[in-house]
């Protein structure tokens, strides 16, 4: 039961270009939604989230859209950077049930210098 | 301010022995949960635990496998008679009360479980 999905398993972009990172869910009760980056041999870490009650949010480079009527969410970094090149995880949270936090399989990003 | 230590970060195990994974979450976090990635999957959710409790399991193999978090010490992610499919990377990761709504996590390195 993958109640939130990544299709693309990676994603190949020019340096100073846009990427853009999609995710789907299929659980109308999440409250929250993240984003989390990882690079190989290391644990993922916080990148950005927002509620469900918001369409967007933004931090820097980093800006989340949320459509809920489509149950859809994007992840758009801009410019990217080669630094940026790593496996991103989208995720998503419900207050019910014990917090638990739900995570798509990841989209392994590389950005070319 | 340290944050949230795995050890071991690797661990090799023959079919049939034990392996003991453990996780000190970061200071001030009373939630812990487990995760576990298998070779080109994401983050399959374990377990979450707070001190001296189980609060939801629902992601943990019915046979083999245990966790606790007690009230002193690290969390303990316990896998029994080891068997090659549980190779695979297990991540623990803490938070805060006060994040535990939004989600927000913070993961440990992570313990690489090798089943020969």
């Not at chain 1, 929250?32 to 870490?45: C, I």
């Not at chain 2, 939004?102 to 390195?109: I, K, V, Y």
Request: one cysteine or more.
């Amino acid at each position: 039961d993958q109640q939130v999905k990544q299709n693309s398993p990676s994603l190949s972009v020019q340096e100073g270009r846009i990427s853009i990172l999609n995710c789907d869910y299929t659980n109308s009760m999440f409250d929250y939604f993240l984003w989390y980056k990882k690079y190989p041999a290391e644990g993922p870490t916080f990148l950005i989230s927002i509620s469900s009650i918001k369409d967007k949010n933004e931090d820097g480079r980093f800006t989340v859209f949320l459509n809920k009527s489509a149950k859809h969410l994007s992840l758009h970094i801009v410019p990217s950077q080669p630094g940026d090149s790593a496996v991103y995880f989208c995720a998503a949270t419900s207050g019910t049930g014990g917090f638990k936090t739900i995570f798509g399989a990841g989209t392994r990003l590389f950005v070319k210098a | 301010n340290a944050g949230v230590m795995q050890n071991p970060r690797h661990l090799v195990r023959r079919r049939g022995q034990e392996a003991r994974l453990r996780c000190s979450p970061m200071k001030g976090h009373s939630h812990v949960y487990w995760y576990r990635q298998l070779p080109e999957e994401g983050l399959k959710f374990m377990v979450y635990l707070q001190k001296e409790n189980i609060i939801d399991e629902s992601g943990m193999p019915k046979e083999r496998f245990s966790a606790e978090f007690p009230k002193e010490g690290p969390s303990i992610l316990r896998i029994q008679q080891v068997v090659r499919g549980d190779s695979a990377a297990y991540f623990c990761a803490s938070s805060p009360r006060s994040s535990g709504l939004t989600g927000e996590l913070f993961f440990g390195e992570g313990s690489r479980l090798t089943v020969l």
